[in-house]
T-cell receptor
Framework: DTGVSQNPRHKITKRGQNVTFRCDPISEHNRLYWYRQTLGQGPEFLTYFQNEAQLEKSRLLSDRFSAERPKGSFSTLEIQRTEQGDSAMYLC?????????FGEGSRLTVL | QQQVKQSPQSLIVQKGGISIINCAYENTAFDYFPWYQQFPGKGPALLIAIRPDVSEKKEGRFTISFNKSAKQFSLHIMDSQPGDSATYFCAASFYSGGSNYKLTFGKGTLLTVNP
């Protein structure tokens, strides 16, 4: 499968714990995006990488969130001190042109 | 501030019927308008997209109609099938620097096609 891969697919954690999600984009894609989707809503932009450089962060990305893309390949999204409001689907997308290709997402449940 | 407004929130259509979903945008800088299809537990999948220099684009049973002056665009699904039952999202983007073409999504339309 050469699509966007995300792991883990599901994560259940207790409030206050840290979680990390990984995204492996389509290999030739230099652009990588993270989105958050809550139930009944459309995806909301969180952050954007071109190669290894993080070029834009949404105001939705609080100080507890950090994203990296070392060497311009895979990316990680870490949430520290999780809160119940962080419960959502975290989607990764990659692109080479204007067409964004999404992974299947990582669903986070914070108890 | 919701930049892309989508309606209806839900839609029920009989098999073989036409499904129509509408979107309106505010930012005139938007210059790329895709539609995504999402099944439960899956990520959004690109269905069809249009740029504002054309008024209509058709791919198979899916057609986008675009009205630049009204800042509206719509998705038409002809001969709707039960397998089309999914959530559909309209989106829009513009170049925001650094090769960033981030998408702004509507809230989605849950389409149910009855057999």
């Amino acid at each position: 499968d050469t699509g966007v891969s995300q792991n883990p697919r599901h994560k259940i954690t207790k409030r206050g714990q840290n979680v990390t999600f990984r995204c492996d984009p389509i290999s030739e894609h230099n652009r990588l995006y993270w989105y958050r989707q809550t139930l009944g809503q459309g995806p909301e932009f969180l952050t954007y990488f071109q190669n290894e450089a993080q070029l834009e962060k949404s105001r939705l990305l609080s100080d507890r969130f950090s994203a990296e893309r070392p060497k311009g390949s895979f990316s990680t999204l870490e949430i520290q001190r999780t809160e119940q409001g962080d419960s959502a689907m975290y989607l990764c997308a990659s692109s080479f042109t204007r067409e964004l290709f999404f992974g299947e997402g990582s669903r986070l449940t914070v108890l | 501030q919701q930049q892309v407004k989508q309606s209806p929130q839900s839609l029920i259509v009989q098999k073989g019927g036409i499904s129509i979903i509408n979107c309106a945008y505010e930012n005139t800088a938007f210059d790329y308008f895709p539609w995504y299809q999402q099944f439960p537990g899956k990520g959004p999948a690109l269905l069809i997209a249009i740029r504002p220099d054309v008024s209509e684009k058709k791919e198979g049973r899916f057609t986008i109609s675009f009205n630049k002056s009204a800042k509206q665009f719509s998705l038409h699904i002809m001969d709707s099938q039960p397998g089309d039952s999914a959530t559909y999202f309209c989106a829009a983007s513009f170049y925001s620097g650094g090769s960033n073409y981030k998408l702004t999504f509507g809230k989605g339309t849950l389409l149910t096609v009855n057999p």
